[in-house]
Nanobody, 117 residues
C-alpha cells in the first residue's frame, strides 16, 4: 500500500526557514513526478513546486527564489526547503506523487506551516 509520510513544517517567523520532507513507501513501480501543493485558509489548493524524474523543476511565482524542491530517488523522498518565509506562506502543505507508467497518484496527509511576524 502506497503511503506518503510527511515531516517538517511547524511555526516560523517571517524571514526564517523551514524544511519539509515526504517519503513514499510501498511503491509498486518507478515514481514519476513529485510535487508540493499547499492550501491556505480560505483559498484553493495551489501548486508550490514540482520536480520531474529528470530533476526539472517548476515553481509558483510566489515562491521563486525562496523555495527549493529536491528529490532523492533512492529514498523515494521529496524535499522542500523554504527560506525567507512570508506570512502568505502559511498553509497546509501536501506532497504529491504519480508514477511513470501506472495511472495513479497519491497525496500526503498534509503538514501545517504557520508564519508569524
Amino acid at each position: 500500500q502506497v503511503q506518503l509520510v510527511e515531516s517538517g513544517g511547524g511555526l516560523a517567523h517571517a524571514g526564517e526557514s523551514l524544511s519539509l520532507s515526504c517519503e513514499a513507501t510501498g511503491i509498486p513501480s518507478a515514481i514519476g513526478l513529485m510535487a508540493w501543493y499547499r492550501r491556505a485558509p480560505g483559498k484553493q489548493r495551489e501548486l508550490v513546486a514540482h520536480i520531474t524524474t529528470s530533476y526539472y523543476t517548476k515553481y509558483a511565482d510566489s515562491v521563486k527564489g525562496r523555495f527549493t524542491i529536491s528529490r532523492d530517488k533512492a529514498k523515494n523522498t521529496v524535499y522542500l526547503q523554504m527560506d525567507n518565509l512570508k506570512l502568505e506562506d502559511t498553509a497546509i502543505y501536501y506532497c504529491y506523487i504519480n508514477f511513470r507508467i501506472q495511472p495513479e497518484e497519491y497525496w500526503g496527509q498534509g503538514t501545517q506551516v504557520a508564519v508569524s511576524l
